[in-house]
């Protein structure tokens, strides 16, 4: 049997960061006669070119190219094309790694699609998700399924499609001839397929480069041509060129190194509007979001100055996603938000208003002159505005996309302005929520994304004001698990999906603590998110003053059942306090960690406590740390004593000051 696979891996200079790229190429599902990997060195100089050669003089199925230093990926892949014998080829860069099955479920795709060029899914480790991968497509169109937004080389080619095509990368070769290869093989393929149900690929970080304007742009001119030798005049290829006027035309000028910087901006700027003139007729701002089409108009008039202040006012805008209600429906957990985009000053996006139409407002510093009201209207993108609403999980960085139900309305601000708003409900359904399977067990981030009238933005859910909804329910599917809705300590909504033990759970929601202090003892009230049919293990509240670690208080905690399905239970722990010289049994002044503790083990809680001036306070559990200390420095009785008498603090510190107040020599 022929090799099926050949995974091509670009290498330089990784040092420790390619150690998963490589595991995960060598640990694949296929047997080793039915893949090879090849991995193209670019001259490196930190010791991986012979730890390659190493690898493979003990695996008949990897081979390694070495290649003077090029500084560019472009020219190894094309001769590791030259060289691969796979019927498919992958390629994979030195900080990406593979799933274990992943080459045995792309090429059975690809084969069952008979696919020319076959894209698995990419998952990133950090940012945004990657587009494109709502469901699996056996044929996908290009601008239909959104593939212009998966342009980097991680996909699964045929190789005599490319012999036969001749495609290959520009040599040097940028960031845009590397998108030049992918549209080509875009525009020549007969079948590109989608395989979405799960991740094949994750993205590792990548720093950007400082690209010279004039190879990027000269990079840009050569893939247009490309799309106008195969793409006739219309509106596909309007809707093409508006990906890369958006992408690598505008987007920079609005970034802060083009603001910041007044080294190379003026000829970035003249490169960037000759180019328009040439390539982006006026025609084509329709296609653009309002901010983008006011960045265009004034780049044609020739105003650098403006450019400047526009994306000087853009660096903060952003998104605010407030969460009104979190329920459970069954095992549906259902999130009620309003979400608004916020403008570059930081508050809410403000349009102005004439008859049925609305128009979008410039930043004040803005020459409104310059902008027509062709320009600013906004009332057919505010028709379509829509929020998507996801979650990620934490360890993996999978995402999958919920269903959501939104109305778009229009607040009134003053008698001229409105603002938009978007007012939904998404749904959790933690048994069919990763593409019709169970969502896996971790931590799930929950994030929102708006699409309105000037402005796309994203941002985590928040919590929201008020107690919180700490019930957790058990999902049926595929086997009895807890679900527990859960914040950060920054008050971000996330999903715990299967928390590994009974204290676990009570840790997740323990932000939710209460207190409440009735003549000599405390209460401690914490959520707890299911209370099994026995009651749960016993448990004890175990406090730790970060002052001294030899100072512990254990008290037992009585778990109380809520309502199953319908309200959270409840533990409660009674501790003794005393105002002064606090012993062994009773909390006294300073700071405290808390946790739990059971027969097996012992688990950190996300908050401390505080006892100052007799009064305890419930602190964040950042704040608690061993190393913060009293300013009287040691903690006896003495000290203890002192910090309760009326300006003992106020004296010692002057009595430091003093002491170093005249130095001698």
Same mark, same amino acid.
């Given at each position: 049997?022929?090799?099926? &696979? ?18 995960? &190429? ?10 090879? &990997? ?53 390629? *994979? ?40 991968? !709502? ?42 001839? !590397? ?39 000269? !990079? ?78 004034? &780049? ?24 009104? !209600? ?95 708003? *978007? ?82 759970? *009570? ?59 319908? *309200? ?98």
């Amino acid at each position: 049997m022929g090799v099926k &696979v050949s995974v091509i891996v670009s290498v330089h200079n990784p040092g420790d960061t390619a150690d998963a790229c490589i595991r995960s &190429v060598l640990e694949q599902t296929l047997r080793a006669e039915e893949y090879e &990997v090849v991995f193209v060195d670019d001259g490196s100089t930190d010791g991986i070119a012979e730890r390659l050669d190493t690898v493979a003089a003990v695996r008949r199925n990897v081979r390694v190219l070495h290649l003077p230093h090029s500084g560019s990926p472009m020219p190894g892949r094309n001769v590791a094309l030259a060289a691969a014998r796979g019927e498919y080829v992958y390629l *994979i860069d030195q900080r990406d790694r593979l799933e274990r099955d992943a080459l045995h479920r792309m090429y059975e795709r690809a084969v069952e699609a008979d696919a020319d060029v076959l894209i698995g899914r990419l998952v990133r480790d950090s940012g945004p998700p990657v587009p494109g991968f !709502e469901r699996s497509k056996a044929r996908a169109d290009i601008l239909g399924d959104r593939l212009l937004t998966l342009l980097t080389p991680h996909k699964l080619y045929r190789r005599a499609f490319l012999e036969e095509h001749e495609l290959g990368f520009a040599v040097p070769g940028g960031r845009i001839a !590397e998108q030049a290869f992918v549209v080509r093989t875009y525009l020549h393929a007969k079948v590109i397929a989608v395989l979405a149900e799960q991740p094949c690929c994750h993205l590792g970080e990548r720093a950007e480069p400082e690209e010279d304007p004039q190879i990027v742009l000269a !990079e840009l001119r050569a893939l247009l041509s490309q799309i106008d030798a195969h793409v006739g005049e219309g509106r596909p290829r309007e809707r093409m060129y508006g990906y890369w006027y958006r992408s690598t035309v505008l987007r920079p000028l609005l970034s802060q190194r083009f603001a910041t910087s007044s080294v190379d901006r003026g000829l970035h700027f003249r490169l960037v509007r000759e180019l328009m003139e040439e390539r982006f007729p006026e025609r084509l701002d329709r296609h653009l979001p309002v901010h983008y089409r006011a960045l265009a108009t004034l &780049v044609r008039a020739g105003r650098l100055d403006q450019v400047v202040v526009l994306a000087n006012s853009s660096k903060r805008a952003g998104l605010r996603a407030d969460l009104s !209600e979190v329920r459970w429906d069954a095992h549906v957990l259902v999130l009620a938000l309003t979400v608004e985009v916020l403008a570059g000053d930081g508050e809410p996006t403000r349009f102005r208003t004439d008859g049925d139409r609305l128009y979008w407002t410039p930043p004040r510093s803005i020459d409104d002159a310059l902008l027509s009201d062709s320009v600013k209207d906004v009332t057919a993108a505010v028709e379509r505005a829509r929020i998507e609403v996801y979650v990620r999980h934490a360890e993996t960085g999978v995402v999958h996309f919920l269903p959501v139900a939104y109305q778009v309305h229009h607040v009134p601000e003053g008698r001229r302005h409105v603002r938009v708003q *978007i007012a939904g409900e998404a749904r959790v359904d933690v048994t069919a929520a990763a593409l019709g399977e169970p969502l896996k067990s971790g931590q799930w981030e929950v994030h929102v994304r708006m699409y309105g009238g000037a402005h796309q933005a994203r941002s985590r859910v928040r919590r929201p004001e008020g107690p919180l909804n700490c019930l957790g329910v058990l999902a049926q599917r595929p086997r009895t698990r807890l679900v527990v809705p859960c914040w950060t300590d920054a008050g971000e909504l996330g999903l715990a999906v299967e928390p590994r033990s009974f204290s676990e759970s *009570i840790a997740l929601v323990s932000p939710g603590v209460t207190l409440r202090q009735q003549d000599s003892h405390l209460y401690v009230v914490l959520p707890v998110p299911y209370v099994p049919p026995s009651g749960g293990p016993p448990v004890e509240l175990v406090l730790r003053s970060a002052a001294r670690s030899d100072r512990e208080l254990t008290v037992p905690a009585l778990v109380e059942p809520g309502v199953p399905g319908k *309200i959270a239970g409840q533990l409660v722990a009674k501790v003794p306090v005393k105002r002064m010289l606090a012993g062994k049994d009773a909390l006294g002044p300073g700071l405290w960690l808390s946790s739990l503790r059971t027969a097996d083990d012992e688990t950190g809680l996300r908050f401390g406590l505080e006892m100052r001036r007799g009064r305890v306070m419930v602190r964040p559990s950042a704040m608690v740390t061993p190393e913060r200390r009293s300013p009287l420095g040691r903690d006896t009785r003495l000290h203890r004593l002192g910090r309760r008498l009326p300006g003992a603090r106020h004296i010692v510190r002057l009595a430091r000051a003093g002491k170093h107040r005249y130095l001698r020599d």
